[in-house]
């Protein structure tokens, strides 16, 4: 299976992670909140009542604010990697790539390639007979030429292959920022 990109996609949900990320954020300052009011609370003394603050404080509080930066962390990665896709790949908003499908395009212009190529060459070495025998005859006689026609299937074939070069090389390249990251150690 090739590597597929939708730009639309990509862009509702991280509109979408941003919103939920502002919703957490909100409601992790809120029982961050709650969690200093409990660890600073005199009311609640005691042993048991002392290792629970302790614990919140050290512990909770700790994995409290790796939580908040984690979903921090996600939400730049996101917004890195649609912004390295439209810098490497491609810019629109409206992008769709599927490197299965630009295979296909490839592979079909190249096969169009091949039979025009041989079809040419065939219709060209008429052309030079026909030229060569009767061109005393008639000096208009034009010689055929398919270079253009070939020339655009080739460009074709190698636009498409440069597409998924390109798509491969932001997809290894988006691999290695999220590895680098950090976010696996969590």
């Known amino acids: 299976m090739g590597l597929q990109y939708d730009a639309e996609e990509v862009a509702a949900f991280i509109d979408a992670w941003n919103h939920i990320h502002s919703n957490f954020k909100l409601n992790a300052d809120i029982l961050e909140e709650q969690y200093v009011r409990y660890s600073t609370n005199e009311t609640y003394v005691g042993l048991a009542a002392e290792a629970s603050k302790r614990f919140i404080n050290e512990k909770q509080m700790k994995f409290h604010y790796d939580n908040i930066d984690i979903q921090k962390e996600l939400l730049n990665r996101y917004l890195t990697i649609e912004k390295d896709f439209k810098s490497m ?16 395009d490839s592979d079909h212009f190249k096969s169009k390639f091949d039979d025009l190529y041989s079809d040419a060459e065939e219709i060209n070495k008429i052309s030079r007979y026909v030229i060569e025998k009767f061109g005393k005859y008639n000096s208009n006689i034009t010689k055929t030429s398919y270079r253009r026609s070939l020339n655009s299937y080739e460009e074709e074939a190698e636009f498409c292959d440069k597409c998924i070069k390109k798509m491969e090389k932001f997809d290894e390249l ?3 920022a999220v590895q680098n990251s950090g976010l696996l150690d969590f």
Do not use: G, H, N, Q
Request: a negative charge; zero cysteines.
């Open 89 to 104: 790949v491609d810019p629109s908003k409206e992008a769709r790539i599927d490197t299965d499908v630009i295979k296909e």
């Open 174 to 176: 988006s691999l290695e």
